[in-house]
C-alpha cells in the first residue's frame, strides 16, 4: 500500500471525511502530488484541510500546480504564499490559514477559546487537529 493509500484509509477508518467530496478531493491531491519531493506530512496535513470545500481545494491546486511545475523541493514558497493569504483573512478564516501554516512549519497550533470564530470554523480546526495526529502516525 503507497504512502497516500495508506494516509487515506486511516483518515477514512477514523471518519475524519465529512462528506465524500472532502474524500475525493484529499485523495486527487495525495495522487497527484504525494511522489513529489516537496511532499510531506505537513503537506498532507494541509491538502486534508483545503479538501474540505471547492474554494480552498481550488486555492491549494493552484499553488501545487506553480511548486509541481518549478519542480520544487519544498514547501517554503508556499508557505510564503500562506503569510500573504492568512494577512487577507478575516474573522475564522485567519485561523485556517494560520493552521496551515503550522502545519508546514511542524509546529503545534493551539485555539485559546476567545477567538471569535464561527463554530463551524472550531469544528473544522478540531478535525484538521484530529486528522493531524493520525497522519502523524503513519
Known amino acids: 500500500m503507497s504512502k497516500s ?3 487515506l484509509s486511516a483518515l477514512d ?15 486527487e491531491l495525495v495522487d497527484c502530488y504525494g511522489a513529489y519531493p516537496f511532499f510531506t506530512k505537513g503537506l498532507c496535513k494541509c491538502m486534508y484541510l483545503s479538501a474540505w470545500d471547492e474554494e480552498h481545494f481550488a486555492m491549494i491546486l493552484e499553488i501545487l500546480s506553480d511548486l509541481a511545475i518549478g519542480r520544487e523541493r519544498d514547501t517554503q514558497e508556499m508557505r510564503l504564499q ?3 493569504l492568512a494577512g ?5 478564516e485567519y485561523y485556517v490559514f494560520q493552521l496551515s501554516n503550522a502545519f508546514l512549519d511542524g509546529e503545534q497550533f493551539v485555539l485559546k477559546g476567545d477567538e471569535d470564530i464561527s463554530e463551524q470554523i472550531r469544528y473544522i480546526i478540531r478535525q484538521a487537529l484530529k486528522a493531524e495526529q493520525v497522519i502523524d502516525s503513519i
Open 82 to 84: 500562506g503569510d500573504v
Open 5 to 7: 493509500e495508506q494516509y
Open 88 to 92: 487577507q483573512q478575516k474573522g475564522g
Open 13 to 27: 477508518e477514523k471518519g475524519l471525511f465529512v462528506s465524500s467530496g472532502h474524500k475525493t478531493r484529499f485523495k
